[in-house]
């Protein structure tokens, strides 16, 4: 039976993983994580239809159904706005039906992917090619192990990639994100203006600087969250983020700065935002990456958790097609290269007209 090695249990390589293990491969993943719950990772991810489709064609009915209950109330709205909240752009998504599942908390979303085929506290430190062309890996605590095919699902400093295609890695493109969280309760639902309340709003400041406002409100569980990302220059963020977005927007509309203020201090954190540059294809093999660990995108657009749910889809696709190996990696490279840098391409462009002073 075909052994297939997955570094990384974030979200492209566990969808790959239930994939795979439903269509009787033989999957390990290993994860750099001690468990599945040891730190943040972010928190509201937007899927878009084809994150919808990728997930329905990965996942089991059980998981699918886990992850659906577990997800946010759809919401139906994309705007931009001033930061006196006057209106410059909306489109709306009016009756996105039940079945699909437009927003996700990250964490409670890769919960609801796991599978018993990931062990944790294992970090993928590098690999050789057997001379009967199997994958050996090994981790940095120690041990190995071999397969048929490794596949790089370990983000955005893929020690897989380091090692396929040296000197590849993602560029830093001189903005960070400021992540955070204002917890929705009886208390803060009313102060909660109507447009931010329904969906991805970015608030666009004078400066250049800009918040994106999107709320994950829980389908089976009270409360929720809105969640808060500013996007500015890594020099603008002191050592208190928190501190940053309340000064950054205090001359802003009043009702952001309430917003602001109930703001859960502790969960702002800093991210570096980057971008892979378009690479390949390289000659097929039995190594291949997914997900961030190849096409590294900034957030803007939410399509990065997208586009690593479409490449599980299509590898998963392509494995379990009857194909000899290498030609599946091969077919599957094909199409995941060219996708992947489209889309970097234009969450590039989105980001620069989002920070355009
Ligand atoms: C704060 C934040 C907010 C975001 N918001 C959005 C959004 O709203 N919408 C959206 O579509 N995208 C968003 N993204 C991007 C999205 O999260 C990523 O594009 C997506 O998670 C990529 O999935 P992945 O499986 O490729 O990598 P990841 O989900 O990053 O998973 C990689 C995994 O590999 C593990 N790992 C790393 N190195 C090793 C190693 N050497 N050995 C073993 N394991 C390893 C990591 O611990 C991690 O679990 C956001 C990203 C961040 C950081």
Same mark, same amino acid.
């Given at each position: 039976?075909?052994?297939? $090695?997955?570094? %990384? =249990?974030?979200?492209? &390589?566990? +969808?790959?993983?239930?994939? /795979?293990?439903? !269509?009787?491969?033989?999957?390990?993943?290993?994860?750099?994580?001690?468990?599945?719950?040891?730190?943040?990772?972010?928190?509201?991810?937007?899927?878009?239809?084809?994150?919808?489709?990728?997930?329905?064609?990965?996942?089991?009915?059980?998981?699918?159904?886990?992850?659906?209950?577990?997800?946010?109330?759809?919401?139906?709205?994309?705007?931009?706005?001033?930061?006196?909240?006057?209106?410059?752009?909306?489109?709306?998504?009016?009756?996105?039906?039940?079945?699909?599942?437009?927003?996700?908390?990250?964490?409670?979303?890769?919960?609801?992917?796991?599978?018993?085929?990931?062990?944790?506290?294992?970090?993928?430190?590098?690999?050789?090619?057997?001379?009967?062309?199997?994958?050996?890996?090994?981790?940095?605590?120690?041990?190995?192990?071999?397969?048929? $095919?490794?596949? %790089? =699902?370990?983000?955005? &400093?893929? +020690?897989?990639?380091?090692? /396929?295609?040296? !000197?590849?890695?993602?560029?830093?493109?001189?903005?960070?994100?400021?992540?955070?969280?204002?917890?929705?309760?009886?208390?803060?639902?009313?102060?909660?203006?109507?447009?931010?309340?329904?969906?991805?709003?970015?608030?666009?400041?004078?400066?250049?600087?800009?918040?994106?406002?999107?709320?994950?409100?829980?389908?089976?569980?009270?409360?929720?969250?809105?969640?808060?990302?500013?996007?500015?220059?890594?020099?603008?963020?002191?050592?208190?983020?928190?501190?940053?977005?309340?000064?950054?927007?205090?001359?802003?509309?009043?009702?952001?700065?309430?917003?602001?203020?109930?703001?859960?201090?502790?969960?702002?954190?800093?991210?570096?935002?980057?971008?892979?540059?378009?690479?390949?294809?390289?000659?097929?093999?039995?190594?291949?990456?997914?997900?961030?660990?190849?096409?590294?995108?900034?957030?803007? &657009?939410?399509?990065?958790?997208?586009?690593?749910?479409?490449?599980?889809?299509?590898?998963?696709?392509?494995?379990?097609?009857?194909?000899?190996?290498?030609?599946?990696?091969?077919?599957?490279?094909?199409?995941?290269?060219?996708?992947?840098?489209?889309?970097?391409?234009?969450?590039?462009?989105?980001?620069?007209?989002?920070?355009?002073?």
């Amino acid at each position: 039976m075909t052994r297939v $090695l997955i570094s %990384g =249990a974030g979200i492209g &390589g566990l +969808a790959l993983a239930q994939a /795979l293990h439903r !269509g009787g491969l033989d999957v390990a993943v290993f994860e750099r994580d001690p468990a599945p719950h040891s730190r943040d990772q972010g928190y509201r991810l937007h899927l878009d239809a084809d994150g919808n489709e990728a997930l329905r064609a990965c996942l089991p009915p059980e998981v699918l159904d886990r992850v659906r209950d577990t997800s946010g109330l759809n919401g139906d709205l994309v705007a931009t706005l001033t930061q006196r909240l006057e209106q410059v752009f909306a489109q709306e998504f009016p009756g996105i039906p039940d079945a699909e599942i437009s927003n996700v908390d990250r964490d409670t979303f890769r919960r609801g992917l796991l599978t018993d085929r990931v062990v944790f506290g294992r970090t993928v430190a590098g690999y050789t090619i057997t001379g009967t062309g199997r994958v050996r890996v090994r981790f940095a605590e120690g041990g190995a192990d071999e397969g048929d $095919l490794l596949v %790089g =699902a370990d983000g955005v &400093g893929s +020690a897989v990639r380091e090692q /396929l295609i040296p !000197g590849h890695g993602p560029r830093d493109l001189g903005l960070t994100c400021v992540y955070g969280r204002m917890p929705i309760n009886a208390e803060t639902e009313p102060l909660i203006p109507a447009p931010l309340g329904r969906g991805f709003c970015w608030v666009a400041g004078d400066d250049g600087t800009g918040v994106g406002f999107a709320p994950v409100r829980f389908r089976h569980r009270p409360g929720g969250y809105l969640m808060i990302a500013m996007v500015t220059t890594p020099g603008a963020v002191g050592p208190d983020p928190y501190r940053t977005v309340v000064e950054t927007t205090a001359s802003w509309d009043p009702r952001i700065k309430t917003l602001i203020g109930y703001g859960d201090s502790t969960s702002f954190f800093p991210i570096t935002i980057r971008a892979g540059d378009r690479v390949g294809p390289w000659r097929p093999g039995p190594v291949t990456l997914l997900g961030d660990a190849i096409h590294t995108m900034p957030p803007a &657009g939410g399509v990065g958790a997208n586009a690593a749910l479409r490449d599980a889809a299509t590898l998963a696709a392509e494995l379990l097609s009857g194909k000899d190996l290498i030609d599946a990696v091969a077919a599957y490279e094909r199409v995941m290269l060219p996708r992947g840098f489209d889309t970097v391409e234009s969450s590039l462009r989105m980001i620069g007209r989002m920070t355009a002073r």
